[in-house]
């Protein structure tokens, strides 16, 4: 396997990767940025590498950790695809609906797995209150990778329904039109 993005994500990534060992080798810890590599290296002893294109043309690679920044993902997750590589994903899946959903659709057309990090998945429904909350209340909300798809899906909805004269409304019981 091989590790894309050598940033804040990839601690408890490659601790795992180490516990793993017996069944896991990570064969390349990938970022363009020669400092993060650096820093890498003094904590973790995987091989290192400066361009994603060792990691998408060695055919030992089977599957690749994409611990980048949200925005990028759609781009390094369809290199990835096209490459045959399956895909774990840090969370969120990317920072808009259409973008997740292409990200999902190039998965699917290189006949690769998609899996996405939900340590959170049993946290309780306050993540919900708080999102509503920083609606309500002009603040920037901010969601678990496990809820983006479905946050994204519905702001797009509710979003639209606004545009054709709907009045959208916030409500601890959640959101919706009337």
């Not at 369809?78 to 190039?106: D, N, W, Y």
């Amino acid at each position: 396997m091989a590790l894309v993005g050598l940033g804040m994500a990839v601690s408890p990534h490659t601790k795992n990767a180490l516990d793993l060992a017996d069944r896991v080798e990570v064969a390349y810890a990938y970022s363009p940025s020669a400092e993060r590599r650096a820093q890498f290296a003094e904590k973790f002893p995987f091989p290192q590498c400066y361009k994603l294109e060792a990691i998408l043309e060695d055919p030992s690679v089977d599957a690749v950790a994409v611990l980048t920044p949200p925005n990028t993902h759609l781009e390094i997750v369809k290199r990835c695809a096209v490459a045959g590589k399956h895909v774990l994903l840090e969370k969120p899946l990317e920072i808009t609906t259409a973008r997740a959903e292409k990200m999902i659709a190039e998965c699917r057309a290189g006949r690769v797995t998609l899996g996405v990090v939900l340590q959170h998945r049993h946290k309780p429904a306050s993540v919900w209150q708080d999102f509503l909350d920083a609606i309500q209340h002009g603040g920037e909300p901010r969601v678990n990778g496990e809820e983006a798809l479905r946050v994204h899906r519905l702001i797009d909805a509710l979003l639209e329904a606004a545009a054709k004269g709907a009045a959208v409304h916030f409500s601890p019981a959640g959101m919706g039109t009337r």
